[in-house]
């Protein structure tokens, strides 16, 4: 029975990616990767020359058995995806519990992911986090942000830069102008900045300048409330 590897890779500097990640990934009989086109330059970059096969969100449903009956076989598979560590708001999740399902071995190698530097960088509390990942976008959206507003541990939330206005602007509705927030993006790579204040500072800031790339954001917590005697 063979071994199934999610392999991080990296968010934005190359050189961010493993010693170990670069080995697996010459050593397994395929590859299956979110974007074969992206993916392609990376392996490229490292001399990796294995096989690629599309394994992402639209078709995960679909191929994940045949990756399973690839496994239970013998073969060695490694998952990777776009940026960062599959499974964390990226495909992976449906392959992983089918492979535990049918007694096979998974190892998660240690590796990059976008959240972790933006909280650790935040200024922010990160003993206790809530990880959100992306808002809904439409339905759902204004639900989701009034549910979060008691939450005390912070929060970590991905959005892209077309929608990163309008959520702060729903934060800043929701939890008050004076929340906290740390807005990191274009991590690990040369243009990557964080702008921290109250969600009115930053908020101020991205609608005289327009953000740009990917972007996650660290918003602190409630702030737990002091109750007197009458």
Known sequence: MGTLYIVPTPVGNMEDMTYRAVRILKEVDVVLAEDTRTSGILLKHFDIHNHLLSHHKFNEHGTSQGVVERLLSGQNVALISDAGTPGISDPGFFLVREAVRAGIEVQCLPGATAFVPALVSSGLPCDRFAFEGFLPQKKGRQTKILSLKDERRTMI???????????????????????????????SKVHEESVRGTLAEVLAHFKAHEPKGEIVVILAGASEQVKTDD
Do not use: D, N
């Not at 934060?171 to 991590?187: D, H, L, T, W």
């Open 157 to 187: 939330f991905y959005e892209s830069p077309y929608r990163l206005v309008k959520m702060l602007e729903q934060f800043v509705e929701a939890y008050g102008a004076e929340r906290q927030v740390s807005v990191c993006r274009e991590i």
